[in-house]
């Protein structure tokens, strides 16, 4: 410790250190030493002995108590500011970690609110396009789709070319269904006439089997009659 009256080489002093040099004067500041003059090793350019010459003698027993006592509480007192340093270090890694998070989190919300504006804006353009349309009048809607060759107005245009194109495929199958449905119908007549004219056929059939049948019978009554006159 500091002492402005007991410092320096003691080159008056007849002590030497294991170096064999003049000793140097020093105040202790440890525990029940505390205060108490002493000399020691003087060397600066190599590691100090050990040497120690005790200038005071030891103190009395109450004054090395009181001594323990302070010197107990400001080691106590050390230790439990290393151990809050300890705990305030973990606490600041703990904020850093939930900073670190949060500005990540933070960039993500940024990427989605710039999304969600511009989402946004589009939604109004196009509902104001939509407005236009619906409130102004037909000038008005010139002026606009000369003015505006937004995606929006093209979109618009194929859509309603795709529109039109369906509805005249539709008419198509409609008209291709109808004469499908007539052919059909034509069909079934024709097949009706057909079965009729069947019909008809073997009528004839049988009536012509008839005929026959009647023919032979006459030939058989001829020819019985033949043979009654011929006897
Ligand atoms: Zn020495």
Redesign the pocket.
């Known amino acids: 410790m500091e002492c402005t009256e007991w410092s320096g080489i003691a080159l008056n002093h007849p002590a030497r ?3 064999r ?1 003049p000793c140097e004067k020093f105040v202790a500041f440890e525990w029940t030493d505390s205060g108490r003059r002493f000399l020691g ?3 600066k350019d190599v590691p ?2 050990n ?1 120690v010459d005790w200038i005071y003698p030891e103190w009395p027993v109450q004054l090395k108590q009181a001594l323990n006592t302070i010197w107990t509480m400001y080691e106590e007192e050390s230790t439990n500011r290393l151990r809050q340093n300890v705990l305030n270090a973990e606490e600041v890694v703990k904020v850093m970690e939930e900073k670190r998070k949060m500005e990540n989190d933070l960039r993500f919300f940024k990427v989605d609110f710039a999304k969600m504006v511009a989402d946004k804006e589009d939604a109004i353009t196009q509902l104001g396009n939509a407005r236009l349309v619906i409130s102004d009048p037909k000038e008005q809607i010139e002026k606009k789709n000369l003015a505006d060759k937004s995606d929006t107005n093209i979109h618009q245009v194929l859509r309603a070319k795709a529109e039109k194109e369906r509805d005249q495929e539709k008419e198509e199958k409609v008209k291709l269904v109808q004469e499908m449905d007539k052919i059909k119908q034509k069909s079934a007549m024709l097949l009706e006439e057909k079965e009729k004219w069947k019909q008809e056929k073997r009528h004839l059939e049988y009536t012509i089997g008839d005929l026959f049948k009647e023919k032979e019978a006459t030939k058989g009554n001829i020819r019985k009659i033949k043979e009654i006159v011929d006897e």
């Open positions: 250190c294991e170096h040099a090793c003087g060397k100090k002995c040497f």
